[in-house]
């Protein structure tokens, strides 16, 4: 069955209608980034660029030229009964006509450093945008917030400002364009869609501009409905209806918001009421309700007052359940003190009810409610590792691909950009499901954020060579390593690892060494390069002695060792002639050249391969057993002393106690409290660490 993508959740909350096994059918239209509508077929993804349409002057359909009303019903000939809009994946903001390059004055070139330095650096980036706001250049105020955005994109209040910007200095249309790419970003920001529906009413005026206005607010609605504090989005769309007379689609809100666990659940039962007194009811209600009803009304009793009566009391029960689910919420929602995004840490408590507040929701099995709170948990906690793994643990474990995926695009592409481990993770995650070139995406877009990290040149190279790609490739990969290494020792390192990969990949010995012979040309004395163009010989089986002592002599005499390095390879060869050696003419003459190259004989430090040689008994002299102090001391007069142990005394004499009847020091350690009896039995170890409780067998 498909799963829907998440700003689908809502609409599962609202719609009865199902497939038959108890799950909402529902399909989606996202409007991406680029100001296009794309229908997503989510079992599917190579399906979503099958249909598209273009946004244009504030009006748009979807790929079925089907809408949403505003009581929540579908055209007949939609896929599914409920039409709702995706979140995308967030992305750079759209490009937009630039003006000519202008020079920058001295003062912003200034302020550009220490945000280019350090991007996390909050107070930069805000110092930054007060001075281009100042300049009244539109160019300057886009590339600033541009960079900006690609770093924090859910400050909706800069959202707000951007536009603003753009509605002064640029045109309405680029201000709707940013707002657009604002709520796409943050789709959970009640205040950015309310600011969009309000920017919109201005510009699309009439009759004409109602459909725009009403579509905005459905896909507010699906984005952030579900909100326990989403009232003023839904009261302001209410309004809208009320004031062009539309008092069936007001009745259609009602029916969804009377479902929905609010603050404000019980003004919008009393809201419900009054719309019922103020309009015909049979004018409110669905020709198929009123069949239902009508064999319900008394004989002789008003119409009208009957199916008042009749329809309030078949709503009474879903807002009792609306209230009992909302008390279950209430003290969660108390706690959540900054629901908004900042770089601030939160405190301790904050976080504690985060966590509380999803393992309740997950208790729930609510699916659609689960993500929800994850979502809105992850604007608040956005760079907070752990509730990230959280959520992907979580959707793991429904096997919701789509949404695994776009919550890994997120965080590596935006918020956690530095975390090495989720970016691995994700590449992981996209090879498993057998997209291998989303697997490359992935780490391609590590690199991106952190250019030296080798683990994740090396998990790419891997990549390649398990999906058996052209070799060319993995060698062009490898050898961007190498050139893109930013410290020398890095470079070595990437080819150390072409070289392994030409010897016991390819089985390619030559290759090998001509890849470390090439590293050699620019650093001749780098031991890290001798040492694998020696291990490339020992490595072959079976073993060429006359092969490897070649290689030992060609580096030995390279040029530009150092007197240590040339010791260290002298006894390594002496360690392999005493290992391998078949002519101790050889060995002999090894030990010669040592005594010349430092006047004495071989020590023998370390052993080929990198083995330990164990010399620890021949360097370092033994110590001498424990003596007993002369009779002299013996004889010594005990001296009184506050323990009662005579002084002294041999320790043979006084021996420690056995570890039973070990008992405290009478004056005890600092910081430390007395130890009155022996370490507490294995069967009760840890019993008092809350809040992990030692089991029962």
């Known amino acids: 069955m498909d799963i829907p993508l998440p700003s689908e959740l809502l609409m599962d909350d609202l719609s009865n209608t199902s497939d038959g096994t108890g799950q909402a059918t529902v399909a989606s239209v996202g409007l991406y980034a680029n100001?296009?509508?794309?229908?997503?077929?989510?079992?599917?993804?190579?399906?979503?660029?099958?249909?598209?349409?273009?946004?244009?002057?504030?009006?748009?359909?979807?790929?079925?030229?089907?809408?949403?009303?505003?009581?929540?019903?579908?055209?007949?000939?939609?896929?599914?009964?409920?039409?709702?809009?995706?979140?995308?994946?967030?992305?750079?903001?759209?490009?937009?006509?630039?003006?000519?390059?202008?020079?920058?004055?001295?003062?912003?070139?200034k302020l550009w450093t220490p945000v280019k330095a350090n991007p996390t650096d909050f107070t930069a980036w805000t110092t930054l945008l007060s001075f281009v706001e100042q300049q009244e250049l539109i160019s300057f105020i886009r590339e600033a917030y541009d960079a900006f955005f690609s770093r924090y994109p859910f400050c909706w209040g800069y959202w707000k400002k951007y536009s603003?910007?753009?509605?002064?200095?640029?045109?309405?249309?680029?201000?709707?364009?940013?707002?657009?790419?604002?709520?796409?970003?943050?789709?959970?920001?009640?205040?950015?869609w309310m600011y969009y529906v309000e920017c919109a009413k201005d510009r699309h005026k009439g009759v004409a501009g109602e459909?725009?206005?009403?579509?905005?607010?459905?896909?507010a609605i699906a984005a952030v409905g579900l909100d326990f504090k989403s009232d003023d989005l839904w009261d302001a769309y209410i309004a809208y209806e009320k004031s062009i007379g539309q008092m069936k689609n007001v009745f259609g809100i009602y029916e969804r918001l009377l479902r929905i666990p609010t603050l404000h659940y019980k003004k919008h039962f009393e809201g419900f009421q009054q719309l019922l007194l103020?309009?015909?009811?049979?004018?409110?209600?669905?020709?198929?309700?009123?069949?239902?009803?009508?064999?319900?009304?008394?004989?002789?009793?008003?119409?009208?007052?009957?199916?008042?009566?009749?329809?309030?009391?078949?709503?009474?029960?879903?807002?009792?359940?609306?209230?009992?689910?909302?008390?279950?919420?209430?003290?969660?929602?108390?706690?959540?003190?900054?629901?908004?995004?900042?770089?601030?840490?939160?405190?301790?408590?904050?976080?504690?009810?985060?966590?509380?507040?999803?393992?309740?929701?997950?208790?729930?099995k609510q699916s659609s409610r689960i993500i929800f709170l994850f979502e809105r948990c992850l604007v608040a906690c956005a760079l907070y590792e752990e509730f990230w793994r959280k959520y992907l643990d979580y959707l793991k474990s429904q096997s919701m691909t789509e949404y695994i995926r776009y919550a890994y695009q997120?965080?590596?592409?935006?918020?956690?950009?530095?975390?090495?481990g989720l970016h691995l993770d994700w590449a992981a995650f996209e090879e498993e499901t057998g997209d291998m070139a989303g697997a490359i995406q992935a780490l391609q877009n590590a690199l991106k954020h952190q250019p030296?990290?080798?683990?994740?040149?090396?998990?790419?190279?891997?990549?390649?060579?398990?999906?058996?790609?052209?070799?060319?490739?993995?060698?062009?990969?490898?050898?961007?390593?190498?050139?893109?290494?930013?410290?020398?020792?890095?470079?070595?390192?990437?080819?150390?690892?072409?070289?392994?990969?030409?010897?016991?990949?390819?089985?390619?010995?030559?290759?090998?060494m001509e890849v470390l012979r090439t590293g050699l040309k620019r650093d001749p004395a780098s031991s890290a390069l001798l040492y694998a163009l020696i291990d490339c010989e020992l490595q072959q089986l079976p073993l060429d002695v006359t092969a490897v002592l070649r290689i030992f002599d060609e580096v030995t005499v390279t040029e530009g060792l150092?007197?240590?390095?040339?010791?260290?390879?002298?006894?390594?060869?002496?360690?392999?002639?005493e290992d391998f050696g078949s002519d101790v003419r050889e060995l002999r003459a090894a030990h010669h050249q040592y005594y010349e190259l430092t006047g004495q004989a071989p020590r023998g430090r370390k052993r080929a391969f990198g083995e330990d040689e164990d010399e620890a008994m021949d360097?370092?002299?033994?110590?001498?057993?424990?003596?007993?102090?002369?009779?002299?001391?013996?004889?010594?007069?005990?001296?009184?002393?506050?323990?009662?142990?005579?002084?002294?005394?041999?320790?043979?004499?006084?021996?420690?106690?056995?570890?039973?009847?070990?008992?405290?020091?009478?004056?005890?350690f600092p910081g430390y409290p007395p130890q009155a009896v022996a370490w507490p039995a294995a069967a009760s170890y840890g019993q008092t660490w809350p809040p992990y409780q030692a089991t029962s067998t």
């Open 35 to 109: 100001g296009t509508y794309e229908t997503l077929a989510t079992s599917d993804r190579s399906s979503a660029s099958d249909s598209r349409t273009r946004f244009s002057d504030g009006n748009a359909t979807n790929a079925s030229g089907n809408a949403t009303n505003a009581s929540g019903t579908a055209d007949s000939t939609a896929d599914s009964n409920i039409q709702s809009i995706s979140l995308p994946v967030p992305s750079p903001t759209p490009s937009l006509p630039r003006d000519p390059d202008l020079a920058k004055p001295i003062e912003l070139r």
């Open 164 to 192: 603003e910007l753009e509605k002064r200095f640029g045109t309405p249309e680029q201000s709707e364009t940013v707002l657009e790419q604002g709520v796409n970003a943050i789709p959970l920001s009640v205040e950015l």
């Open 211 to 219: 459909g725009r206005i009403r579509e905005l607010f459905e896909r």
């Open 278 to 364: 103020a309009s015909p009811v049979q004018d409110l209600i669905t020709p198929e309700e009123l069949e239902i009803l009508k064999p319900h009304i008394p004989e002789g009793e008003d119409v009208e007052t009957a199916l008042r009566q009749l329809v309030t009391e078949s709503r009474r029960s879903l807002f009792t359940a609306t209230e009992s689910e909302a008390a279950k919420r209430w003290t969660f929602e108390e706690n959540i003190k900054r629901p908004y995004f900042h770089v601030k840490p939160l405190e301790n408590n904050q976080l504690k009810n985060w966590h509380e507040y999803l393992d309740f929701e997950i208790a729930e």
């Open 410 to 420: 997120r965080v590596c592409s935006y918020h956690l950009t530095n975390k090495t």
């Open 452 to 512: 030296n990290k080798a683990i994740l040149s090396l998990r790419q190279i891997g990549v390649l060579r398990r999906l058996q790609t052209d070799p060319a490739q993995i060698e062009n990969a490898f050898d961007s390593a190498v050139q893109t290494a930013s410290e020398a020792s890095l470079g070595e390192f990437f080819l150390i690892k072409q070289a392994r990969y030409h010897l016991k990949v390819k089985n390619n010995k030559g290759k090998a």
């Open 562 to 577: 150092s007197h240590d390095q040339k010791v260290d390879f002298l006894e390594r060869k002496i360690l392999f002639l």
């Open 619 to 668: 360097q370092v002299p033994a110590k001498k057993p424990f003596e007993n102090p002369p009779p002299s001391l013996l004889s010594t007069p005990p001296m009184a002393n506050p323990y009662g142990v005579p002084m002294g005394v041999p320790p043979a004499v006084n021996a420690w106690p056995a570890p039973p009847q070990m008992m405290a020091s009478p004056v005890g």
